[in-house]
């Protein structure tokens, strides 16, 4: 990961009616940040979690913002899912319809080289 700039990693979790989003980012730099408001933190999924909740306009965003950046590894999505359906009360009964990895860039001043060796989800 590049040591400056602005922008997160991000694992971006959608039902499939595209209702709600959910954000897992593990890994931020520089001046960017969630949508919404704080919730507090949590661990779910093998790691401790900012909880924040908000509304993009077009649908409900929850975004957990990793505590300390990480640049390998991997997430258990169904604990967290649980958590917001079970423990919040923020969504009914959904289906997930996409996982999807990346970075969200605001800044990159000269060029910087964002790279994913691999990337892939399991469902069980």
Same mark, same amino acid.
């Given at each position: ?8 990693? !991000?694992? *971006? #979790?959608? *039902?499939?009616? +595209?209702? &709600?989003? /959910? ?6 730099? =520089?001046?960017? =940040? ?10 779910? =999924?093998?790691?401790? @979690? !900012?909880? +924040?909740?908000? $509304? ?8 957990? #913002? ?5 640049? !390998?590894? $991997?997430?258990? #999505?169904?604990? /967290?899912?649980?958590? /917001?359906?079970?423990?919040?009360? @923020?969504?009914?009964?959904?289906? /997930?319809? *996409?996982?999807?990895?990346? &970075?969200? #860039?605001? !800044? ?17």
């Amino acid at each position: 990961m590049p040591s400056s700039g602005a922008y997160n990693t !991000s694992y *971006d #979790i959608w *039902d499939t009616n +595209y209702d &709600y989003e /959910i954000m897992l980012w593990v890994n931020k730099t =520089g001046p960017v =940040g969630p949508l919404g408001t704080a919730q507090g933190d949590v661990t779910l =999924g093998g790691h401790t @979690w !900012s909880v +924040y909740k908000g $509304s993009n306009g077009a649908n409900e965003v929850f975004s957990f #913002i990793r505590t300390s950046n990480s640049t !390998s590894g $991997s997430v258990d #999505i169904k604990p /967290i899912v649980n958590w /917001i359906k079970n423990t919040k009360g @923020w969504f009914g009964d959904v289906t /997930i319809g *996409d996982v999807q990895f990346g &970075y969200e #860039i605001t !800044s990159s001043s000269g060029g910087l080289d964002f790279r994913t060796n691999s990337f892939g989800v399991n469902a069980s």
